[in-house]
């Protein structure tokens, strides 16, 4: 049984005093709401400690956007793992495609942060999906088979419990548009068999993949209904509390 993994990325959005805001009004809509669902929010780095405060002892998890692919020293910029983990951060989102588009990340700089992550105890959201030009291009397999063995290199089978997979089609991200949820599954089931070729059946088949890409209350539960399809990263619709909580109670 995969338990479903509703995350928000908040992105360049929403300062520390909104930030403590919309984490209080959060907590309180999903502790009302029940779901049987993990939910996770990833604010800007300055943005996190006002949402742990506003979330202390919830079951909401708090994530970074990113992170540093060293432990510390001279890296201008940069925020270490163990900044985040003295936060109480201990999940990081890794390989974003904006991440990879506008600051040139490259699957193997995406795995140093994974494996540093790993080893510094930390859960991981990786971040796959092609563009647009791939698709057309018909390379579709071609992109996810790379960015998940190279992103995943010399990370173990026991380290695999701490991996979460974010299929994002880049064409779908803040477009408006989404994978129709066939398309989604079958880019999540190859997705799922690479991990097996990569592991075992037993990991793939525990493995998370969230789907992500203008995921909103009207097409979430469609999504969710897929035999693959395991949670959702959500970008513009986490926003406000009114447009991500009908996301998280999806099978309400
Ligand atoms: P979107 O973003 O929901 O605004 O499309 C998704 C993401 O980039 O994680």
Redesign the pocket.
């Known amino acids: 049984m995969r338990t479903p993994y509703i995350a928000g990325?908040w992105?360049m959005n929403m300062t520390p005093s909104e930030g403590a805001k919309y984490a209080a009004e959060l907590r309180k809509a999903v502790e009302d709401a029940k779901a049987d669902v993990k939910v996770m929010v990833a604010p800007p780095f300055v943005t996190i400690p006002a949402v742990v405060e506003a979330l202390k002892g919830s079951s909401i998890i708090v994530a970074a956007q990113n992170m540093a692919n060293h432990t510390s020293g001279a890296y201008t910029g940069e925020v270490a793992p163990a900044m985040l983990k003295d936060l109480g951060v201990n999940t990081v989102i890794l390989g974003?495609?904006?991440r990879r588009s506008y600051y040139a990340e490259s699957d193997e700089f995406i795995n140093s942060k994974v494996l540093l992550a790993i080893q510094e105890g930390m859960d991981v959201v990786l971040?796959v999906g092609e563009t647009l030009e791939e698709r057309e291009a018909g390379k579709l397999e071609e992109v996810l088979s790379r960015q998940i063995k190279v992103g995943l290199k010399d990370v173990s089978a026991d380290q695999m419990s701490h991996i979460t997979i974010?299929y994002?089609p880049v064409w779908?991200?803040?477009?408006g548009k989404t994978a129709t949820p066939e398309d989604a599954d079958s880019a999540h089931a190859f997705i799922r068999d690479t991990v097996k070729d990569l592991y075992n059946n037993d990991i793939a088949e525990n493995l998370i993949i969230q789907y992500?890409?203008?995921?909103?209350a009207n097409n979430v539960k469609a999504l969710m209904a897929k035999e693959n399809i395991d949670g959702a990263?959500?970008?513009?619709?986490?926003l406000s509390v009114d447009l991500f909580l009908p996301i998280i109670t999806f099978d309400k």
């Not at 779908?172 to 477009?175: P, Q, R």
């Not at 992500?212 to 909103?216: A, D, L, M, Q």
């Not at 990263?233 to 986490?238: C, H, K, Q």
């Open positions: 990325n992105k974003h495609s904006e971040c974010a994002e779908a991200i803040g477009t992500g890409g203008s995921v909103k990263l959500v970008g513009g619709a986490s």
